[in-house]
């Protein structure tokens, strides 16, 4: 039972911080990066670390979280429209991802 709990926490992990590049909306990405804090600090209770897991909830979510989504609404960010030209950076994304895949790929097999 407490791997499935430490897997649905890791998932969740990737999840939302995908979602914190993928979403659109500025208070949205905000609000996924408290889930994403919040997660790591439930692996890290489940790890037997409750003193750093708390003290990530309190510094991470508690102020820089919090500080971040009140400047996003107070500044009120529309949501930025997508350009073509945003379409050119794939390309060099890609070339980036699989540089640093392959990297962690040698680095593991390493030792």
């Known amino acids: 039972m407490l791997y499935f709990l430490i897997f649905f926490f890791k998932f969740l992990l990737c999840f939302c911080s995908m979602m914190v590049v993928f979403s659109k909306n500025p208070i949205h990405s905000i609000l996924f990066l408290i889930l994403v804090f919040c997660n790591g600090c439930g692996l890290l209770i489940f790890l037997n670390m409750d003193f750093l897991a708390m ?6 979510v508690g102020a820089i979280a919090v500080l971040f989504l009140f400047i996003i609404m107070m500044l009120n960010l529309k949501i930025i429209k997508f350009r073509q030209s945003f ?19 040698w680095f593991l097999n390493f030792f």
Do not use: A, K, P, Q
Request: glycine share 4%; charged share 5%; proline share 0%.
């Open 55 to 60: 003290l990530f909830l309190v510094v991470y």
């Open 87 to 105: 379409l050119n950076y794939y390309y060099f994304g890609f070339l980036i991802f699989s540089f640093f895949f392959f990297e962690v790929i």
